[in-house]
């Protein structure tokens, strides 16, 4: 009979600590804040943003605050990279507005 009653309260213990990884896996997994798209609108229409190549922007979603949270969104190998000893590299960088 008192097997019955360790096992019962096995059994919560088991549900209660189950549970509680359940919540902790839950909470670890909340959704990004969205976006805040109140702040001004830009677009980088010359080199340098501007005829005088100032390279400001008005942007402000990305502060000092928050530039250690950014990750990288996406990277691109396009494999022809050399030192340029044996002439086949054709490395070439152009900005894009994404």
């Known amino acids: 009979m008192q097997g019955r009653g360790v096992a019962a309260a096995a059994a919560r213990a088991l549900a209660l600590v189950l549970a509680s990884l359940v919540g902790l896996a839950l909470a670890a997994c909340e959704r990004p804040k969205p976006l805040d798209y109140s702040?001004?609108?830009s677009d980088w229409p010359e080199y340098g943003r501007d005829k005088g190549?100032?390279?400001?922007?008005?942007l402000t979603q990305i502060t000092p605050a928050n530039v250690g949270d950014l990750r990288v969104a996406w990277t691109y190998h396009h494999g022809d990279v050399s030192d340029g000893s044996d002439g086949t590299s054709r490395m070439e960088a152009s900005a894009v507005l994404a």
């Open 53 to 58: 190549g100032l390279r400001f922007s008005p």
């Open 39 to 41: 702040g001004p609108l």
